[in-house]
C-alpha cells in the first residue's frame, strides 16, 4: 500500500522556521515528482514546490521563492520542506502528492499536517 504521510506542522511565530517531512512507503518513487500543496481556509489548494525525485530538480511557486527549500533523502525515502521566514499567509494545511513525471494528475496523497503562524 503507497502511502505519503506528513509530519512537522504546528503553531509558529512570523519571522520563525519549521520543517516538514513527508514520508513515502509502499513503491519506488523514482519515476516521480513528489511535491507540496497548502490549502488555507477558504482558498483553493495550491502548489508550493516540487522535486523529481531521481534528478532532484526543483521548481517553487513564486510566494515561497527565496524562503522555503524542498529536498530529498534517497535512504530514508522522505522528501523535506524547510520554511524560513514564514509569513502569516503561510498558514493552512501542507499535502505532500506524488505525480507520474510524464503525467499532469496526482496520483498519491498525504492526509495533510497544519502550519500556523501567528503574527
Known amino acids: 500500500q503507497v502511502q505519503l504521510v506528513e509530519s512537522g506542522g504546528g503553531l509558529v511565530q512570523a519571522g520563525n522556521s519549521l520543517k516538514l517531512s513527508c514520508a513515502a512507503s509502499g513503491r519506488t518513487f523514482s519515476t516521480y515528482r513528489i511535491s507540496w500543496f497548502r490549502q488555507a481556509p477558504g482558498k483553493e489548494r495550491e502548489f508550493v514546490a516540487g522535486?523529481?525525485?531521481?534528478?532532484?530538480?526543483?521548481d517553487y511557486a513564486d510566494s515561497v521563492k527565496g524562503r522555503f527549500t524542498i529536498s530529498r533523502d534517497n535512504a530514508k525515502n522522505t522528501v523535506y520542506l524547510q520554511m524560513n521566514s514564514l509569513k502569516s499567509e503561510d498558514t493552512g494545511v501542507y499535502f505532500c502528492?506524488?505525480?507520474?513525471?510524464?503525467?499532469?494528475?496526482?496520483?498519491?496523497w498525504g492526509q495533510g499536517t497544519q502550519v500556523t503562524v501567528s503574527s
Open positions: 502528492a506524488g505525480q507520474l513525471v510524464t503525467r499532469q494528475d496526482y496520483d498519491y
Open positions: 522535486i523529481r525525485w531521481r534528478s532532484g530538480i526543483t
